[in-house]
């Protein structure tokens, strides 16, 4: 499938969910269309006295004895991805058969071990902060090689999307934007979320690519982000755009 096609139709699915009972078929969707097979939203890996990976689990479809395995063997302490995934605005990829130096991180080898023994061999994981207070993480697994740059960038703002649903059905009360945006920087907002270019955004729009840049530069500052992911993530939870 298409990039295009894609987006198109995972955020349609997306938008269209109106009760908890959907976000799971919404995540397990993103997961197959990106040719993975598991998917786990769970509530914040960085709880230091948390034990146990069962009792962070939300959703999810990874098989039942894979997750008794990690926890026998108390494996949840030993997964570097908690702090790489915390400190991280964007999605982190990888993939077991690469070298560590290439990974930017080691993994325990009873994590490969368990990985392959279930054919697992690459995975995603994305943390979120809710305007409400908890922090979430979604974890991806499959066979498939890791994803590219392009891929990456797709799948990060799409589980915002998603995320954005979790968060409107289980935190309703959510606070409001903190700051109002104009008529042209949400529509920049909403095009950077579908994936589109300043270049791209710019010929829909009508537009120059520094007119863009520059509406982007506003709306950065005024939710108080740092980046254009942390901006969508920002306005997604928000409820400025869907």
């Known amino acids: 499938m298409i990039t295009l096609e894609r987006q198109s139709i995972l955020s349609s699915e997306i938008s269209a969910v109106d009760c908890p009972e959907d976000i799971g078929p919404a995540f397990a969707r993103i997961t197959q269309a990106f040719g993975f097979r598991y998917y786990l939203l769970l509530n914040a890996l960085s709880r230091p006295q948390e034990a146990s990976l069962a009792r962070l689990v939300i959703e999810g479809d990874l098989p039942e004895e894979y997750i008794q395995e990690y926890d026998r063997q108390r494996l949840l302490s030993a997964c570097p991805i908690a702090a790489i995934v915390a400190k991280s605005p964007t999605p982190v990829s990888w993939s077991i058969d690469e070298p560590d130096d290439l990974r930017g991180f080691s993994f325990p080898d009873a994590i490969i071990e368990l990985q392959r023994s279930h054919g697992i061999g690459s995975g995603v994981a994305m943390a979120f902060r809710s305007l409400a207070g908890p922090t979430y993480t979604t974890f991806i697994f499959g066979s498939r090689p890791r994803l590219t740059q392009d891929e990456l960038n ?12 979790f968060e409107r059905l289980n935190h309703p009360q959510a606070p409001a934007a903190p700051a ?35 509406y982007m530069s506003n ?3 005024k939710l108080d982000c740092v980046n254009r992911t942390q901006l969508v993530a920002k306005a997604l939870r928000l409820r400025l755009i869907n």
């Open 154 to 165: 797709e799948m990060g703002m799409i589980l915002l999307h998603a995320f954005g649903a």
């Open 180 to 214: 109002s945006l104009t008529t042209r920087e949400l529509e920049v907002v909403r095009w950077t979320a579908q994936g589109k270019t300043s270049a791209e955004i710019g010929r829909i729009l009508s537009l120059s690519d520094h007119t863009v840049n520059a």
């Open 219 to 221: 709306a950065i500052k």
